[in-house]
């Protein structure tokens, strides 16, 4: 593989920074546990995990992005990136306002994730091949074209965190990011935030755009992603996470996805 070669974090920076291509397409593979420290991008990416576990963070909020999604990460966002478990990364980098309403996409001021139609997905497997040459035949011209039309198309999926900037409200999230826990109580954290039950509520949808009770749920579902495509049982998984039973588990986990945790698990694997 030439340009579509895995490149190095430094090469990768600088061929974004550089290159005069519309478009920009890099392979990556990554081992467990590699971290990326807070960078941005002179231009939008499309960041999408063939296989493994990606967790985005910015000052804003949280993104975990598994197999069968991406996520889109506006121009000059800062972010950073964990790898929670080998990842074969592939992403797209768009000259700024390539991709933009005038198209169909409500471009966003922070990211968000997206499935990945198999349209899509096979178009970044084909843009990798293409390489990041300014002269290009009419059939990588088209391909280019396609994938920039579909990016728009492509719905969004719940696996954000958006963080609150109320500093009792954002340790509470904080706290519960490193033990997610169904079981706590909307007046436990009343109490530790010294607020009543309806200013909480009040104050922390105004701050996040989520209620409280969907914002923890989307927090277990996003701390169950990873173990999910490791194979972790789902019982186990269930009630690690505070839930009574695994249907209970389930029973959530398809309400926000659309799909259980067992399918969702086959699905990451293949």
């Known amino acids: 593989m030439s340009s579509g070669a895995l490149v190095s974090l430094a090469n990768r920076i600088a061929l974004v920074e550089q290159s005069a291509a ?9 081992p467990e546990g590699t971290w990326v420290a807070p960078h941005s991008h002179p231009r939008d990416q499309l960041l999408h995990a063939l296989s493994g576990v990606v967790d985005v963070s910015t000052e804003q909020g949280n ?3 598994p197999p069968e999604t991406a996520l889109w990460i506006p121009a000059g966002c800062v972010h950073a990136v964990e790898m929670l478990g080998p990842v074969r990364m592939r992403s797209v980098y768009v000259k700024a306002g390539h991709v933009t309403p005038a198209t169909g996409l409500r471009t966003p001021q922070v990211p968000r994730v997206v499935s990945m139609s198999p349209l899509a997905r096979a178009l970044v497997l084909e843009t990798i091949g293409i390489g990041n040459r300014d002269c290009l035949d009419r059939r990588e011209q088209l391909v280019l ?6 990016i728009p198309r492509l719905p969004e999926q719940p696996l954000a965190l958006p963080l609150p900037r109320d500093p009792r409200l954002l340790r509470l999230c904080q706290a519960f990011i490193a033990d997610p826990c169904a079981q706590v109580s909307l007046d436990g954290w009343a109490a530790q935030a010294a607020m009543s039950r309806r200013s909480l509520s009040r104050h922390f949808r105004q701050e996040t755009g989520l209620t409280l009770d969907r914002w923890r749920q989307q927090a277990c579902v996003m701390a169950a992603l990873p173990r999910l495509v490791r194979g972790d049982p789902i019982t186990q998984i269930a009630l690690d996470l505070g ?9 959530m986990f398809r309400r926000l996805l659309g799909v259980g945790p067992r399918a969702y698990a086959q699905s990451g694997a293949t």
Not at 22 to 30: G, K, N, Q
Not at 243 to 251: G, K, L, Q, R, V
């Open 145 to 150: 074209d396609l994938l920039l039309h579909e």
């Open 63 to 65: 993104w975990r992005v």
């Open 22 to 30: 519309a478009v920009i397409s890099l392979a990556s593979d990554y």
């Open 243 to 251: 839930y009574d039973s695994p249907a209970a588990f389930t029973t």
